[in-house]
């Protein structure tokens, strides 16, 4: 998102939101199609299109305006608001991320995510101890200043909100902004709404599935300035949140613990690979008192974001399509081995990519990879 | 020691233990008197006259024959050997130590300290799991063929004897080599003497006190390629040993706890200063199969080992002995600090220092460094 900070009119924030809410466009095609036609409006006159030279055969179906007004009423009837990645609002850190959600909902005392914020996540089976741990460190990381950041989810989370209730403690949820997951925290999310704050990528009402949650963890480390981690088993989502901290350039920092419990495994083998070891609250405060908020200006600038592409003429994208395609296959390959393997300049490329996604024929993936769909 | 590896006669055995054995010579002055003067007996014919440079008035108590036989007679009752430092059966890591014993006393099975070793130290009031897991360790690495040397301890140690008993296990005792302490580890030193080895550097019959624990410590990290820590609190016995591994060159590795209970906090703190973080035997394999086992061609060269001072002429020496004595104060200093402060060439202060020590004016400390007794 290379768009200038300002807020935004009501039109502009329902093209956002139509344009977010349409079929195969995701955070990065967003950001891409913002800055090559400068602004949702005008990426959304271009989508047939676009998604026709992809390959699209019927129409790509792009979220009316109707829809995207029903979408603002109901978070408006919830007491929930809009905020778009360009707006002063939207916290400067997930701003910073490459995949920043466009748009969130947010539910609660939204200036909280204005603060430094360390997010703190877990095993949801954790032991008594490491739920004893997380809600005391959350507790005294508050009362040092600190947003808690954390997802709800039964365990670490549920301990690391607890502790940080009273001094501010934000939840992301993997569903929409009013779906409560699991149903048992719903005491949990109501006392977040009254004293902190909830913030959902997905549309309101939207039930989590499976594919929601790593989607999910992305904003709660793209939220803070590093992610605690207190137990977690080797290959567990705490540890793909960790993964994704250290993509964005965040501070990652884990609990030990014992090799006989396998909850420690992953927290043990990220110390291991040089997270920093943490035993109390000022392990934290030391591990984050250096580091300077991620903004904008720092975000990483790549293939994606600042090269704006001159529009190939037509008979060259017609052959670089066809060259683009014989290279995909169902396995990921980045960007940048795809430009080199196709021999094409990288504006091509991703007129091309953007073209064969929005048609659905190429998927994307982390780490700015992309495959046949 | 710089002394060629040979085996000693009887006679010259005799006289490495009296002169172990005098007043006021530790292992640092013996080695040093070894290098001056190229033999013990040669040393034990100056040492009345060094003393007495120094300002010792009365005669200093040189252990004598007749003491030195009763002790080997004792050590040969109890089918104990006495190992000297040159000697080809003493462990050659231990050896490559600054401090090494010069005479060790092995009861058991002494061709086990040929093996690889590796320690393994922790709490006395050590956790079920902590006893739990350095027993099966132990066992572990028993089986990988490696020698487990520990301190016979409660805690942490007995466990560490007991899993390594079947596959050779080195217990280093305080005291002297028939002295069980605790006591209550009657059965299991028996077992050790039968299966595995005991090692002292106390003569036989001593009762073990406080300042001989960190003095036995070296030994336990002398004699292994690494030290691994299960369990220690801050401050704690095992922390001196791991210090002293890292200064005999050792590798250091501990296994994480949580931070709620105090057992973990030296541990985890060891961790954090670089140590590495051990959850399985094969973490321990990993971090010893790169190291060749410490040799006395790798020994630190330095002031004490290896420049064979001249004999200074004595006017210069009372000179010196002024100086020396007047720059040194109750806080220890090294000696390196020393040379500086006073500003004579090294060989005169070591040769001064040398004398005060045996006159029982100036007393040694870890680490190179003297002060006055």
């Not at 301990?159 to 009273?166: D, E, P, T």
């Not at 994704?244 to 609990?255: F, K, N």
């Not at 994208?317 to 960007?335: D, F, Q, Y």
């Amino acid at each position: 998102m290379t768009q200038p900070r300002r807020i935004l009119s009501d039109a502009e924030r329902l093209d956002w939101l139509r344009l977010i809410r349409t079929e195969n466009v995701g955070p990065i095609t967003f950001h891409r199609l913002l800055d090559q036609y400068g602004g949702a409006r005008e990426a959304l006159d271009m989508l047939p299109e676009l998604a026709r030279r992809g390959g699209r055969v019927k129409p790509l179906r792009v979220a009316s305006k109707a829809e995207a007004e029903r979408e603002l009423a109901a978070n408006r009837r919830l007491g929930a608001r809009l905020l778009c990645a360009c707006e002063p609002d939207y916290p400067e850190p997930l701003a910073a991320v490459d995949d920043a959600p466009p748009v969130v909902s947010v539910l609660g005392h939204a200036h909280l995510l204005q603060k430094r914020a360390v997010a703190i996540v877990g095993a949801r089976n954790a032991s008594l101890n490491g739920k004893k741990f997380a809600e005391s460190l959350a507790r005294d990381l508050g009362a040092a200043g600190l947003l808690v950041v954390s997802g709800l989810a039964r365990g670490i989370d549920t301990a690391a909100h607890r502790g940080s209730l009273a001094s501010g403690t934000a939840a992301v949820v993997a569903g929409g902004i009013d779906v409560v997951y699991p149903p048992e925290n719903e005491d949990l999310y109501r006392d977040i709404v009254a004293q902190g704050v909830v913030v959902a990528e997905s549309p309101i009402g939207t039930q989590p599935q499976a594919r929601h949650f790593p989607r999910r963890n992305r904003l709660i480390s793209g939220l803070s300035l590093g992610i605690l981690v207190v137990e977690a088993a080797l290959r567990s989502g705490s540890l793909i949140t960790a993964r994704m901290a250290l993509e964005q350039g965040r501070e990652v920092m884990a609990v030990p613990g014992s090799p006989l419990d396998p909850r420690c495994h992953g927290t043990n083998n990220l110390i291991r690979q040089g997270a920093a070891l943490v035993e109390s609250a000022d392990d934290v405060l030391r591990a984050l008192e250096s580091l300077r908020p991620p903004s904008l200006a720092e975000r990483r600038r790549d293939l994606f974001e600042t090269r704006k592409p001159a529009e190939p003429d037509e008979s060259d994208l017609a052959r670089a399509r066809a060259v683009v395609l014989e290279n995909l296959g169902p396995s990921p390959v980045t960007i940048d081995e795809l430009v080199r393997g196709c021999q094409l300049s990288a504006p091509v490329v991703l007129t091309v990519v953007l073209e064969l996604e929005l048609a659905g024929r190429v998927q994307r993936h982390p780490g700015h990879q992309v495959s046949l769909a």
